[in-house]
Every structure is written in C-alpha cells, then in structure tokens.
C-alpha cells in the first residue's frame, strides 16, 4: 500500500485553547482507519481541518495524494477526492432523496445529466434507499437519513472518505446494518475510509488501524486489539466513558 493523506506537526488554537497539538499520522490506501477519543479530544476539529472547513496553525503539512491541501477552500480540497459526513444529518431540505445524491455529484459530472442520475440511483441502490428516489428527505427516517449521508458523499466519487460518527442515534439493528453497508462501500468502491465513533464495539470490528487522540494530541496507534489495551488509551478513553463491559467484549 502507498500512503493518501500524510499529517505532520498539525496544530490549532482557538484563542487559549489548544484543540489539536502536533497531530502526525498517516493514511495508507485503501485502510480503515478510526479516529478514537472521548468529547472534546479534537476528532471532529480534525476533520475541519482536512477539508479545508479551516486552517491549522502555522507549520502543518496536511498532503493527501501528493498535494498539500493546507490553505484550500473546502470545495477545492473536495475536488481533489476528500468526501466527508456530518455528526448531524445535514440534508438539502426542499428536495428529494435523488435530488440530494445528484447534487453531491455535481462536481463530478458537471456536463452529463445523464450520467449523474445514473450514479445517482446506483448508489441509492447500493445503500438501501432504491425505491425512496422522489420522496422528500424531510420524511425519511434518521436511519436512511445516515445512508443518504454515506450515498450524497459518494457520489463525488471520493478517494478519501470521512464518517464522522455515523452510528449516532441509532439502534442496535441499525448499526449492525450501516456497519456492513460501510464495509460494502469500502470494498465495492475502492475506497479509503476514516471513522470517527463512540460506540466502541462497532468500531473495533470495522478499523484496521487505530489512532487515539486526547486533548487534541495523539496518544497510541496501532491495532484495534492493541488500543484497546493501551495504557492511555484506557485511562483516556475506556475507563472514563465506557462501561467495563462494553471495554471487554471490544477487546
């Protein structure tokens, strides 16, 4: 594997707070890589960071496929293969399931109506709304909202894509369900993906690799069974936020 996004010495204050301090790892192709760390540990500043939503301090080198994309608007950074999700369900209010998939692939196929409604139903398809093209996003359910999340980014035909706790308000079925729509994705697509999430065991199975963070800062890398068994990682994460047992079956 080569690697697709290289972090080094990324930072970012806002006024007296520290939110990301000298985060450096890499992303090889291909991987699933999670982003673990309780609230406010920097995963979501992370993620702004990245697509360009805003600017690291000073000194940062963020390249992702052998560009720099420190100081790129978030559109530019996005046309270059960075596809990215919300915590909160952000549909386009107004229009329809399809609708929405096509708009995330205007950039993609700017000329071809034609094929964009192509793109658009196929992953529609692919993540369970088929049948769903012309019903208006505002009556669907939080669980296809998720799914149209993950089609609306695809859509851009993403080398990099960025889930940002896609699990959240939803049940068991559900996870267990988005979970293996994400491993299909991964798999059918070719895709590279980065996962933020809190619910531990879901994630554990989905990454290969793991990085935690604490007060913005990277504190372990490695295996999901090793992280789970970090030190810090526990004192950071497991043994402040998640019950013991929920730790162990992770584990």
Same mark, same amino acid.
């Given at each position: 594997? *080569? ?7 990324? !930072? ?7 939110? =990301? ?9 291909? /991987? ?7 609230? &406010? ?6 993620y !702004? ?30 046309a270059? &293969?960075?596809?990215?999700t ?9 229009? *329809? ?9 205007? &950039? ?14 196929? %992953? ?15 009556? %669907?359910? +939080? ?21 940002d ?11 267990? $369900? ?11 697509e ?6 933020? /999430? ?12 793991? =990085?935690?963070? $604490?007060? &913005? ?7 999901? /069974?090793d ?9 950071? +994460? ?14």
């Amino acid at each position: 594997m *080569s690697t697709l996004l290289d972090l080094a010495n990324v !930072n970012k204050h806002f006024g007296g707070l520290h939110a =990301v301090r000298n985060v450096t790892f890499s992303v090889q192709r291909g /991987e699933v890589v999670g982003i673990l760390g309780p609230n &406010g540990a920097g995963k979501t500043t992370l993620y !702004n960071l990245l697509t360009g939503f805003i600017r690291p301090d000073a000194g940062a080198r963020i390249v992702f496929d052998g560009r720099d994309v420190v100081g790129m608007p978030p559109h530019r950074v996005a046309a270059l &293969g960075i596809s990215r999700t919300f915590q909160l369900c952000r549909p386009f209010v107004g229009m *329809s399931v399809l609708e929405n998939v096509i708009v995330g692939g205007l &950039g993609t196929h700017r000329h071809d109506g034609a094929a964009l409604d192509e793109r658009a139903r196929s %992953l529609l398809g692919q993540v369970g709304l088929a049948g769903k093209e012309a019903t208006p996003v505002e009556v %669907l359910s +939080y669980g296809d909202q998720r799914r149209l999340e993950i089609a609306r980014a695809l859509a851009a035909r993403p080398k990099l894509l960025l889930l940002d706790e896609p699990f959240a308000g939803l049940g068991s079925g559900e996870i267990a $369900d988005l979970s293996a729509l994400i491993r299909q994705v991964h798999a059918a697509e070719g895709l590279t993906v980065v996962l933020i /999430e809190h619910k531990l065991r879901e994630f554990m199975r989905l990454v290969d690799r793991v =990085v935690a963070l $604490d007060f &913005g800062e990277v504190i372990a890398q490695g295996l999901p /069974e090793d992280i789970v068994r970090h030190p810090a990682v526990i004192e950071a +994460y497991i043994g402040r936020d998640v019950p013991e047992t929920e730790a162990a079956h992770a584990a």
